[in-house]
T-cell receptor
Framework: DQQVKQNSPSLSVQEGRISILNCDYTNSMFDYFLWYKKYPAEGPTFLISISSIKDKNEDGRFTVFLNKSAKHLSLHIVPSQPGDSAVYFCAARDGQLTFGSGTQLTVLP | NAGVTQTPKFQVLKTGQSMTLQCAQDMNHEYMSWYRQDPGMGLRLIHYSVGAGITDQGEVPNGYNVSRSTTEDFPLRLLSAAPSQTSVYFC????????????FGSGTRLTVV
């Protein structure tokens, strides 16, 4: 049973618009949430994180929102750029990291 | 600064063969782990280590062995390869079990025929 779910395998947005990637989780013991970005033939790279005691964290164009009551995490990218096209994984920590299945983001020029 | 180095990048094995996937990091990270990535499954934890001499099982440990004799190295051994072990394998390290994010290697693509 997947504890971390990314229900959208793919997402396409126009350059300059907002990209919103979503993630749902079931384990209430998760204390830390992270987003990773992965290009083909490369390892995932850390993007942004948020502690369970916060509901928002920003880093430049990237903002992560955490809704603990809904057990929902989202990543907003504003404005989206073609270089943002990649697979995005959300991950949650309860001792170890559990990853979602990923969302392929395509930013169209 | 090399970060996390994985070798080989590609490997084809026959069913029943054994091999070792190498992972080395030069960041003096205590925490290291191995993941496998399969289509539609995300990354699943195989084994992890919180320091030299200490290892533990993750979500999918069967068919794999690990050891951690030094802080730098964390090899993953496939004892008797099976087609179900065809996957992309990633090694990762971290300063403090993820607070500052994991640093991943570039992966090893393994095919078992």
């Amino acid at each position: 049973d997947q504890q971390v779910k990314q229900n959208s395998p793919s997402l396409s947005v126009q350059e300059g618009r907002i990209s919103i990637l979503n993630c749902d989780y079931t384990n209430s013991m998760f204390d830390y949430f992270l987003w990773y970005k992965k290009y083909p033939a490369e390892g995932p790279t850390f993007l942004i994180s948020i502690s369970s005691i916060k509901d928002k964290n920003e880093d430049g164009r990237f903002t992560v929102f955490l809704n603990k009551s809904a057990k929902h995490l989202s990543l907003h990218i504003v404005p989206s750029q073609p270089g943002d096209s990649a697979v995005y994984f959300c991950a949650a920590r309860d001792g170890q990291l559990t990853f979602g299945s990923g969302t392929q983001l395509t930013v169209l020029p | 600064n090399a970060g996390v180095t994985q070798t080989p990048k590609f490997q084809v094995l026959k069913t029943g063969q054994s091999m070792t996937l190498q992972c080395a990091q030069d960041m003096n990270h205590e925490y290291m782990s191995w993941y496998r990535q399969d289509p539609g499954m995300g990354l699943r934890l195989i084994h992890y280590s919180v320091g030299a001499g200490i290892t533990d099982q993750g979500e999918v440990p069967n068919g794999y062995n690990v050891s951690r004799s030094t802080t730098e190295d964390f090899p993953l051994r496939l004892l008797s390869a099976a087609p179900s072990q065809t996957s992309v394998y990633f090694c990762a390290s971290s300063y403090s079990n993820g607070y500052y994010g994991y640093t991943f290697g570039s992966g090893t693509r393994l095919t078992v025929v």
